[in-house]
C-alpha cells in the first residue's frame, strides 16, 4: 500500500506512477492497474477504468504528479515544455467533466508560478498539490454526505442514477454518501438504481457498493423508473454531476435528464450533488457544455455475448445529457445546498481557486 492517501486511485511507493482500480471490471473482478507511461494515463481516463467526475480529477492531478516526477532531471525549459504538452494530453482525454480540466490547470498554476524554481522542487510541489486535492475531496464527500443527508428521512425511498459512490469520488461519494452515512448511524434507506444504460454503471457500481454497505437497494432498468414513481416508492432522486454551468444547468450520465422530467411530474424533489469543483461558472448555460460522443459498439455489443442489434445500424451514443435547471430542486455542495435562482446561489460560491 501506498505510504500516501489509498483509495481506489492513488500515487503509486515510487511516486511516477499511479495505481487505480479497474472499474471496467467490477463487480466480477478486483484488479489494480499501475500506469506510468502518459498514453497509459490517457487510456484509462478515457475507456473509464477510473470513471466518477472528482475521481478522474484526483487521478488526472496525481498523474501529472507522476510525469513531472519522471522527467525531474530535464533541464528546466524543457521540462516546462513536457508539462504543458502532457497536460493537453491527459485534458483531451474527456471533454466534459470539469474535474479533470479544473485538477490539471490547479497544478499548472502552481507549476507556473514556480517556474524559477528547479523541476525536481516542481515536481515535489505538484505531488503535494495532487495529495491536497485528494485530501480536499475526501473532506467535500464527507460535508456534501452531511448536507444531503438532511434533505431525507429514515424509510424514505430514493431513486439514483449512474454512479456517484465512493468509487466515482474519494469517500462516501456525492449522490450516495447520504445514503451510506445515514447507513453508518443506523438509518434505513429504500433505495432504487438505474441501471443505467449503455454502460451500467448503476448496476455494475452503484448496486456493488450499496450492497456491500448494507443497504436495501433494489436495481431497475431505466425505463422502469417511472413505475416506481408513480408506485410512490420514491422521496426523492438523487444524482452527482459532471459539469454544472453558471445557472444550474447540470450534465451527468446520459439518461438524467428523463429521470428529472419524470421526478417533476410526479412532484418529487430531484437533487444533484456535487463539489464546487464541478461547478463551471465560466460556461453559461448547458448549452455551453461539450458532449461527449462514444463508440456505438458500447450500445451494439459491449455486454453481450453476440452483437444485439445489425451490424449496419448506425447508433447515437452521447455519454451525458444536460438537466434543465428548472428541473432541479436543490444542488449540494459541500458549502451547503443552493437553492434558485442557481446564477446568484452558485455564484456566490466563488473561491479564488474556482474553476
Known sequence: MSQYLSDHVHLGDDLTSVVILDQTLLPNEVKYLTLREPEEMFEAIRLLRVRGAPAIGICAGYCLAALAEQRKDLPPAQFAGELHRLTQYLNSSRPTAVNLSWALNRLGRLAHSMMDAAPAEIAAALREEALAIHREDIAMCRAISEHGLALIKDGDGVLTHCNAGPLATSRYGTALGPLLLGRERGMNFRVFADETRPLLQGARLTAYELSKAGVDVTLICDNMASMVMKNGWV???????????????????????????????????????????????????????????????????????????????????PAFDVTDHTLISGIVTEKGVCRPPYTQSLAALRTPDHP
Open 235 to 317: 422521496n426523492a432522486c438523487f444524482v452527482g454531476c459532471d459539469r454544472v454551468a453558471a445557472n444550474g444547468d447540470a450534465a451527468n450520465k446520459i439518461g438524467t435528464s428523463a429521470v428529472a422530467i419524470l421526478a417533476k411530474h410526479y412532484g418529487i424533489p430531484f437533487y444533484v450533488l456535487g463539489p464546487t469543483s464541478t461547478i463551471d461558472l465560466s460556461c453559461p448555460t448547458g448549452d455551453d457544455i461539450q458532449i461527449e460522443l462514444r463508440d456505438p459498439e458500447e450500445i451494439k455489443s459491449k455486454f453481450y455475448a453476440r452483437p444485439m442489434a445489425p451490424a449496419e445500424v448506425k447508433c447515437y451514443n
